[in-house]
């Protein structure tokens, strides 16, 4: 009887393992991670560990999102800024990938972005943005010697519908991509011997020079690493509260804990 309990626990733990190394996003990749669900005031928190606490000016919001709570956008001066910090920014060689749901008829301007929200560019900037034609949505990086580097989705996402964006640079493999609903659209080269965002700008989202998204964003996520498809995924169905809430070493370590004591 003893045996037949131990090989069960066994087998579930097993199961465990396989399962939880693939169930959630490491902490320490998550370098921003606003869910906007406060519902008031003028503050989008960083639900990371790194306070890049945002500010919200102009027309902005609170409205349902996609998970809990989110900001509306006017498309005229709203939007979100987040003072420059070594963590939003991306130094040579360093891979990364911005997550975001968008609900709008038109993104028109910046969905998130860094060092290039005013009327002059701090380079080397990244933009996931549009370019006011189509509604489609482009990765745009540019360099410290001004090179840019884009590629295009080949879906728009003005219905009024909830999508999920990807713009992901990976820097071991010198491509930039676009996710649309977490299938890959595109890619291209890039300059992966650069870094991006590391100027004193600020992020912004929902603003790109002077041109505003009008529409809602929710749950806008910063990692500095290239999410692997089933990452991105996982962000897109759970969210990133639910995606970065599990520490897989942590959780196999209790539950073994947990095992022993049945055991004995």
């Not at 911005?98 to 028109?108: L, N, Q, R, S, W």
């Not at 002059?120 to 990765?139: I, M, R």
């Not at 520490?247 to 022993?260: F, Q, R, V």
Request: proline share 1%; with cysteine.
């Amino acid at each position: 009887m003893m045996i037949i309990r131990i090989s069960t626990l066994v087998v579930g733990l097993c199961f465990l393992i396989i399962t939880s190394t693939n169930a959630a996003i490491e902490a320490d990749t998550i370098m921003g991670m606003w869910l906007f669900n406060e519902g008031t005031g003028n503050t989008a928190k960083d639900s990371s560990t790194n306070g890049n606490d945002g500010k919200i000016e102009g027309g902005v919001k609170w409205v349902d999102g996609k998970f809990g709570k989110a900001l509306e956008f006017n498309g005229s001066d709203g939007w979100v800024s987040v003072a420059h910090s070594d963590t939003v920014g991306f130094t040579k060689g360093t891979s990364f990938t911005i997550t975001v749901y968008f609900k709008g008829t038109k993104v028109a301007g910046s969905l998130v972005g860094k060092n290039y929200e005013d009327t002059s560019q701090a380079l080397p900037w990244f933009l996931l943005w549009n370019g006011g034609g189509d509604n489609k949505v482009t990765l745009y990086l540019r360099n410290t010697a001004s090179q840019s580097f884009r590629t295009d989705s080949t879906s728009q996402i003005g219905d009024d519908k909830w999508h999920f964006v990807a713009g992901r640079a990976d820097a071991k493999a010198g491509k930039i991509s676009i996710w649309i609903n977490g299938k890959k659209e595109s890619e291209a080269d890039f300059d992966k011997n650069d870094g991006y965002g590391t100027s004193e700008g600020v992020l912004h989202i929902g603003r790109h020079y002077d041109r505003y998204t009008n529409g809602i964003i929710d749950e806008v996520g910063l990692f500095n690493t290239a999410l692997d498809e089933e990452d991105i995924k996982t962000v897109m169905d759970n969210g990133l509260e639910e995606a970065a809430a599990v520490d897989p070493i942590h959780k196999l370590a209790t539950t073994w804990g947990s095992i022993k004591d049945k055991i004995q």
